[in-house]
T-cell receptor, first 111, second 113 residues
Framework: QQQVKQSPQSLIVQKGGISIINCAYENTAFDYFPWYQQFPGKGPALLIAIRPDVSEKKEGRFTISFNKSAKQFSLHIMDSQPGDSATYFCAASRDNYQLIWGAGTKLIIKP | DTAVSQTPKYLVTQMGNDKSIKCEQNLGHDTMYWYKQDSKKFLKIMFS???????INETVPNRFSPKSPDKAHLNLHINSLELGDSAVYFC????????????FGPGTRLTVL
């Protein structure tokens, strides 16, 4: 019940396309859902986060869509650029406790 | 100014040796973590400290021992290194009692030969 399942494991998108990464969780007590971005040779860095009181959050080209009833949330990257090529992690937590991490998605944007 | 720093960046050593990785954060955060990232990029939390006190200790061999001399530092000592310990180890920090951002260090790539 503590797991966060992330898919796909890897994704190749053409430049200018939309990249979509999905995550599903079981624990309905989770109340914080961040996405982290990791470039090769670097540590993960927070990209965008959402709480379950809203269904969508947008920051620039990055959008989180949240479906509380389905217990799913997804990251959409609009107008994907080669510089977006990275590994993306979803995560979830509750009550300010530790993050439960997804397995990661390696995203490659082809020029 | 580096927020979370780790040393060394790379560590290559023989099986059976003992090694340490150091972590320092200058963000004034109360909570610090050690993560292990394997070759498949999976992030596994190992330890969490709050104000020098251990609060999370996942199932990790007791060859791994974290030490926090003060709340800005969390070091990781590994005894009797094994081939399976080869991975990238990340230190991270965040303010206590907050689900705000975890700030990660640049990682230490450990290779055990």
């Amino acid at each position: 019940q503590q797991q966060v399942k992330q898919s796909p494991q890897s994704l190749i998108v053409q430049k200018g396309g939309i990249s979509i990464i999905n995550c599903a969780y079981e624990n309905t007590a989770f109340d914080y859902f961040p996405w982290y971005q990791q470039f090769p040779g670097k540590g993960p860095a927070l990209l965008i986060a959402i709480r379950p009181d809203v269904s969508e959050k947008k920051e620039g080209r990055f959008t989180i869509s949240f479906n509380k009833s389905a217990k799913q949330f997804s990251l959409h990257i609009m107008d994907s650029q080669p510089g977006d090529s990275a590994t993306y992690f979803c995560a979830a937590s509750r009550d300010n406790y530790q993050l439960i991490w997804g397995a990661g998605t390696k995203l490659i944007i082809k020029p | 100014d580096t927020a979370v720093s780790q040393t060394p960046k790379y560590l290559v050593t023989q099986m059976g040796n003992d090694k340490s990785i150091k972590c320092e954060q200058n963000l004034g955060h109360d909570t610090m973590y050690w993560y292990k990232q394997d070759s498949k990029k999976f992030l596994k939390i190992m330890f969490s400290y709050n104000n020098k006190e251990l609060i999370i200790n996942e199932t990790v061999p007791n060859r791994f021992s974290p030490k926090s001399p003060d709340k800005a530092h969390l070091n990781l000592h590994i005894n009797s290194l094994e081939l399976g310990d080869s991975a990238v180890y990340f230190c991270a920090s965040r303010p206590h009692g907050s689900t705000d951002t975890q700030y990660f260090g640049p990682g230490t790539r450990l290779t055990v030969l």
